[in-house]
């Protein structure tokens, strides 16, 4: 089993900043991806950046060049770090970790982007 834990995201100005945290543990060492999804209302829920165990990293083209997807793995937390908000950023998002068996998600934090 793995839990994940999300912290971070809220209100912000169009061309601010926020970092999401997702807390992870339990069956850690079984985890092969690491991800962020997001869900605007009405929408289908979209990946936003990815990280495998190997370190590299996969962007969603409506976010590459403004939002950073990181690990620590001394405390087991992986961030997404969003630069350059946009009001088109506005959604639930929400931590995804996968291993071979199934897929786990977080709790969801809403950012909103507006003025």
């Known amino acids: 089993q793995v839990q994940l834990v999300q912290s971070g995201g809220g209100l912000v100005q169009p061309g601010g900043s926020l970092r999401l945290s997702c807390a992870v543990s339990?069956?850690?060492?079984?985890?092969?991806?690491m991800a962020w999804y997001r869900q605007a209302p009405g929408k289908q829920r979209e990946l936003v950046a990815a990280i495998i165990s190997a370190g590299s990293t996969n962007y969603a083209n409506s976010v590459k060049g403004r939002f950073t997807i990181s690990r620590d793995n001394a405390k087991n937390t992986v961030y997404l770090q969003m630069n350059s908000l946009k009001p088109e950023d506005t959604a639930v998002y929400y931590c995804?970790?996968?291993?071979?068996?199934?897929?786990?998600w977080g709790q969801g934090t809403q950012v909103t982007v507006s003025s």
């Open positions: 339990g069956s850690i060492l079984s985890i092969n991806v």
């Open positions: 995804n970790a996968r291993n071979a068996v199934r897929s786990y």
